[in-house]
């Protein structure tokens, strides 16, 4: 037998991963929730604009989120599909994925409103989240690369922890924090710019596409 | 031997075929692909894998549309319900027969 069903699921998930443009999306919504933390945090509270601002962002931002599935389609049905084939996710994979990702955004935005306005202090544990979040996409980056083969979020994992560690021991702050989530996001859009560029020049269209 | 392992010799000859057992277990993990993707996943040339299609669409196990994306043809295939099924009776079948007969002791506990 030329190959056994796990080897064939594996190389299945994989596809998930071959084209990099989970990656882009990754970075450009982290940055975009990071610009708010960055707003919460050198903005004036008493200015007229800050309210409607955070109200407006905090809109915009999970209308992108929530039409970015379509975007990635389109994206796909571009770059991706003429390449290397159109697959379109299982049922119950696409119920895990989305879950996955809005429960993400959710605890992120969550973590950040409740520090910025709840009444206790925040500062002691602030200064942890780099190394827990490091250690936390750390953990995902191996798992990823070992279970499906990407390499590229085994080096993602590793610095996100790295990154962590120097920022909490170097810079423990609430900026601290902020600076640690756009070097990771930095890195996925990295990652994933390198991989479309990887991608496009090695795959050629199919001869249907051309 | 196990009366599991003798199972091996009712298993389904359709899905049994490596090549076929490749699309069908590659089709098991997404609800649709088209033939592209099932190319590049197989490895298969074009001949050898419409065949294979054409057989498991004979039995029922593979549905097959042929469309257009833009000016671009397509064609998409999907398991059906029966070839979902009998991928997992399959799977179930081989796993058992395996596992015990490297493992005979957990036979010989029955």
Redesign the interface.
Known sequence: MPDSIGQVRSRAQSFWYRDGLSDILIGIIGLLQNGLTLVMHFGNEQSWWYQPFIVVYLLLFFLFAARAPRVMAAMRERITYPRSGYAAPGEAQRILRNTIVALAILAIFGLLLATRYGHFDTGRWVQETPVVGGLFFGVVGIYVAVRYGVLRYLLIGLFSILLGLAINIEYPTWLGTAIWLVGVECAFLCAGGITVWNFVRTTPLSADAK | MSSRLREIAHLDRVIHE??R??IV??LY???????????????LTKGNLSSHLAKLEESEYVEIEKTY??K???T?CRLTKKGRASFRAY?TAMRGALFESVNPAVEASR
């Open positions: 490596p090549a057992l490749m277990a590659t993990l997404v609800k649709e692909a088209d033939f592209l993707y099932l190319q590049n996943q197989t490895d994306r833009g671009i043809p397509m998409v799977e």
